[in-house]
T-cell receptor, first 117, second 111 residues
Framework: AQSVAQPEDQVNVAEGNPLTVKCTYSVSGNPYLFWYVQYPNRGLQFLLKYITGDNLVKGSYGFEAEFNKSQTSFHLKKPSALVSDSALYFCAVRDGAGGTSYGKLTFGQGTILTVHP | NAGVTQTPKFQVLKTGQSMTLQCAQD?????MYWYRQDPGMGLRLIYY???????DKGEVPNGYNVSRLNKREFSLRLESAAPSQTSVYFC??????????FGPGTRLLVL
């Protein structure tokens, strides 16, 4: 079974400071990892993904994430936060082993990011 | 290119009523999904369709049925709504195992 944990329900940072939103995962095979962002009353928007290759993945709006296989983590980062980054962030994982779990993503419970002016 | 569209945006039902949530995508994706989002629980998969003509249960299928009408459309039906089905429902599509793209959601309130 695959699972995702986002250990922080909320993250608060000041505008201009770096931000990190944490994610750890568990899969039996190689992980496919995703970050999505959700603004109020909107659907989920794709930010970035890790499938294979370079452990540092760059995505939309200046976000990046680092895949760490030994720590089974995929933390989302941004060097300088903006007030407009305030939203709900979801980490998701798919087991690369495939089979009957074809295409199925497992989501974390979400982390509310608040960036203060 | 509208991406993934969902109707209705908002619905109020009484316990025992039925309704169908509609989803359509114009990205020519083979795979489509239905999720529900509840506070503090992330998104949970209800049903998915890996390709036209196939559907499979996800994590929380009880009380729901789905129909993959054609490659573009994937509907979710509540035969007898219950208050526990009050939620926000999202449809998504993908080309195989790659990125899933989500619709704007349907807010459902069951009284």
């Amino acid at each position: 079974a695959q699972s995702v944990a986002q250990p922080e329900d909320q993250v608060n940072v000041a505008e201009g400071n770096p931000l990190t939103v944490k994610c750890t995962y568990s899969v039996s095979g190689n992980p496919y990892l995703f970050w999505y962002v959700q603004y109020p009353n909107r659907g989920l928007q794709f930010l970035l993904k890790y499938i294979t290759g370079d452990n540092l993945v760059k995505g939309s709006y200046g976000f990046e994430a680092e895949f760490n296989k030994s720590q089974t983590s995929f933390h989302l980062k941004k060097p300088s936060a903006l007030v407009s980054d305030s939203a709900l962030y979801f980490c998701a994982v798919r087991d690369g082993a495939g089979g009957t779990s074809y295409g199925k993503l497992t989501f974390g419970q979400g982390t509310i990011l608040t960036v203060h002016p | 290119n509208a991406g993934v569209t969902q109707t209705p945006k908002f619905q109020v039902l009484k316990t025992g009523q039925s309704m169908t949530l509609q989803c359509a995508q114009d990205m020519n994706h083979n795979s489509m999904y239905w999720y529900r989002q509840d506070p503090g629980m992330g998104l949970r998969l209800i049903y998915y369709s890996a390709s036209e003509g196939t559907t499979d249960k996800g994590e929380v299928p009880n009380g729901y049925n789905v129909s993959r009408l054609n490659k573009r459309e994937f509907s979710l039906r509540l035969e007898s709504a219950a208050p526990s089905q009050t939620s926000v429902y999202f449809c998504a599509s993908s080309e195989g195992i790659t990125t899933q793209y989500f619709g704007p959601g349907t807010r459902l309130l069951v009284l």
